[in-house]
């Protein structure tokens, strides 16, 4: 009977640890679900995929470089600059989608060079993309003039990217779906997965097993920048406009947030995709209820804090 008692409690111990993130969206949604009565509404299930889909395709890119054992705080301000090129090539006549192409590879080419100046330079990540993210925003804030910038509103085609739908399903969450299949390959599936669980689980084992570290550290900072290009792209459709002080504001923070509350340890070496979308879903979900219940907004950023602390001691208690 001892026997069966501590088998019966070895598994439930195993079912938290691999789907704790899991247990926790279920248990939200039903406390949401009496919370309001409007939580359920299709239209109400559609706006929290509209709006989750941005900070979640940039979630994913994030999970590779936190994996890897990185952090990158500059996405946001990355995200505002790369909108902001997007607009201002826009408007001066460029086609949209070669505007499109260039903010995108614009994006990529910022996580190279965080990549790069992390692995090469040997610097800190935080302190690197802490850099990158201060000029990034002085970018955006020259770009608009320290106002904002407004796209071409005549363009349909592109307002559809972020305010589009196939049916009932928002353009930007089919995008959102798209990319998760694609990353969740890539990590799983990919030479290119395994080297990032390696390289996050011990950067010097990495190396006696013949991995080039900093080309993998490059990458997954490239991968980071490709995904918030894209993400910027929705952004600036969806909104037509770019603002030098609020655009992406606290972006990085979401991102993190979202990857950690998945299980992905900030110590790197393990994490899923899947994982990262449920903690995506779970931030878009409390932003959500608390507007429907008449929460002060403002108090998003508190609750999100103390969900991203809970987060991390439970990861710890598991490791010890």
């Known amino acids: 009977m001892l026997n069966k008692n501590l088998s019966a ?3 439930v111990k195993r079912m938290w640890k691999e789907a704790s993130y899991i247990i926790a969206l279920i248990v939200l949604i039903i406390f949401a679900s009496i919370a309001s009565s409007s939580f359920l509404q299709l239209t109400n299930v559609m706006n929290i995929l509209r709006q989750a889909s941005i900070v979640g395709i940039i979630s994913l890119g994030m999970t590779f470089v936190i994996i890897s054992g990185g952090i990158d705080l500059s996405v946001g301000s990355v995200l505002a600059v790369t909108g902001a090129i997007l607009l201002s090539l826009q408007i001066s006549g460029i086609p949209t989608w070669i505007c499109i192409i260039i903010a995108c590879l614009a994006s990529a080419f910022i996580g190279f060079i965080n990549g790069f100046v992390i692995s090469k330079a040997r610097l800190a990540p935080f302190i690197v993309t802490l850099a990158t993210m201060t000029i990034a925003r002085s970018l955006v804030i020259f770009i608009t003039d320290g106002a904002n910038i407004i796209g071409n509103l005549a363009d349909k085609g592109f307002a559809n990217i972020g305010g589009g739908k ?17 990353m969740a390959f890539i990590l799983n599936k990919t030479k290119f997965g395994r080297y990032v669980y390696a390289v996050g689980g011990s950067e010097e084992t990495a190396l006696y097993s013949g991995i080039r570290v900093d080309r993998i550290k490059i990458a ?52 899923k995709i899947y994982g990262t979308v449920v903690g995506v ?40």
């Open 220 to 271: 997954t900072y490239s991968l980071l920048g490709l995904m918030v290009g894209i993400a910027s792209t929705i952004e600036a459709s969806r909104l037509a406009s770019v603002t030098s002080t609020s655009s992406g504001l606290y972006y990085e923070m979401d991102s993190i947030a979202a990857v950690i509350i998945g299980g992905t340890p900030l110590s790197g070496g393990r994490g």
């Open 166 to 182: 196939i049916w009932v399903i928002p353009v930007p969450a089919l995008i959102f779906a798209v990319l998760v299949i694609i």
């Open 9 to 11: 409690l070895g598994f």
């Open 281 to 320: 879903i779970i931030l878009a979900i409390i932003g959500n209820i608390m507007n429907l219940v008449n929460v002060s907004p403002y108090l998003t950023g508190t609750v999100k804090g103390i969900i991203i602390i809970v987060a991390v001691m439970i990861q710890r208690r598991e490791k010890a």
